[in-house]
């Protein structure tokens, strides 16, 4: 039984059909990544998935429920979490009290101190507990954003860009971290543009297109695939994106 | 003493000013001179100090909708106008013995908390915020003061309380204590100034245990992102609706005791300019903390009665500006701005163990 799957999917906004008969399923135990030409549709379905945005028709399984219905905060509670493209954290607040609030519902009152000061040093925040969350640098922003959404202990890691704005040693730590959380057995779905890091981590890639899913495979698949090359490099985005990046999909 | 120990560390936290020995022992000099007070000054001045004391409670609840859950609610004093004219409703039916007053707070407080769940469920369920939630909320409080308003003719009543209009609601017992060898009538003057001294008290070591627990963590998640907040698993409507509710029964004390205090109310106590001194005086001190609400709220009081002393026409005008200037020079609070001046040098020294502190 897949962890996550979605039938039929499909969601319109009026007359613009974003998301078209998306099939998707993740196995327990599988990264993923979710790649395609901007507005190919791989933020709505994320959104579709965590509850942000209803699908017009099709349905959403996690762990073999139907959860298509369900709101946002349920979904996390079933084991989902996400972090944000753009870091979702509350900048006003100390870093520690970010993970705090994340966590305060996952452990003992006795434990919660203890825990925070494992996760900050896995972090490599340990230094910056006490510093407002909005006065880090993007790159730790990112980092603290996936701390609070891996402190959660999900069963399924929704990973919006995570490495956006990173550099490229800070994207390659973070590609292993994930390897790292993956072999203690989470599942993860990940929009990524950087193909380096896809082929650091995916088991699996997915490729949208137009809405639609336009080829899948393992990233050697993918990058061999002429069809998804040419949807790339017939979009002046695609230069950009193959440009910004070596290790890019013609590479 | 451990017992102790563990129940101040819940009154401190990220989410308050103020804390360790130096602003506690500032606290118990503040209380101590709040207690001897009455032995300086005249019960007719005591009285009046009273007057003040019944707002601060309607500005607290704000503080905690506005400043820590960041929903502005325009419209707190409907739940004022509620539970004062519930509290007048109860009392002239049904008198004053027994401590029956008492039970009339409560019950009056109850109404209003109870109007705030069901105006707040549609509100926060139906994912009104920002600007809207301000709209509805003064919308609301307007339309009760046109509806008790009218209220003039014999027709309004309920037993023997006459809603009388825009003359008012009057004569209802002040609260009354039940006490060996008579009852204590807390008419404006010393014995209601220590009931609501203590009042006051309880609320707001409350609120600040309150604001630092985790349901405060939440609440200040919200008003930070409210979507990393549900992301995070928390259902933030039912937050959202608690705080509104506790603000509004913070509200509604303040109506009772300034029902009581003049055995007074009126529909104009729900009215625009009504509505809007609440925003200006925790606007004023800095809506982000319970304390220098507290505090802004005692100013801005005492200047505005000041000004009414001396030149009524003005003092209105004077709240304006001060909101103004508030806006303009210290977004977050001049109070705030003022504690953050006066903490900075012992701040500096302990910078980095201090996160979030002024």
Redesign the interface.
Known sequence: MPLIETRALNKRFGGLHVTNNVDLALETGEVHCLIGPNGAGKSTLFRLILGEHLPSSGAILFAGEDITALKSFQRIRRGMSVKFQVPGIFKALSVRQNLEIAMQHHYEPAHLAEEIDKLLAFLNLSADAGRLAGNLSHGQKQWLEIGMAISLKPRLLLLDEPTAGMSPEETHATGEMIQRLNAEGMTVLAVEHDMAFVRQVAHKVTVLHLGKVFAQGSIDDIVANEDVAAIYLGQTTAHATAHQQPGGLHA | MNALTRFLRRLEG?QTLGRGPLFWAGFLVTLAAACAYPLFSDGYTVGNTVYFFTWIFMALGLCLIWGYGGSLSFGQTAFFGIAGYSYGILTINFGAAYGFTFVALLFAVAVAALFAALLGYFLFFGRISGVFLGIVTLSVTLVLERFMAQTAGPEWRIGSARLNGFNGMSNMPPLTLPWPGGDIVLFPDVELYYVVLAMLVVVYLGLRILVNS?FG??L??IR??P??????????RKYQLGTFVIGAALAGLSGVLYTSWGQYITPSSMGMTAAALPIVWVAVGGRSDLTTTLIGTVTVLAVFQALTIHGSQYALVVMGVMLVLTVLLAPSGLILALAKLVARPFTKRAN?????DA
């Open positions: 990220p985790p963590n939440v200040v998640a930070e992102n979507e990393r907040a549900e992301m995070l698993g928390y259902d933030i980095n163990n201090l996160p979030g």
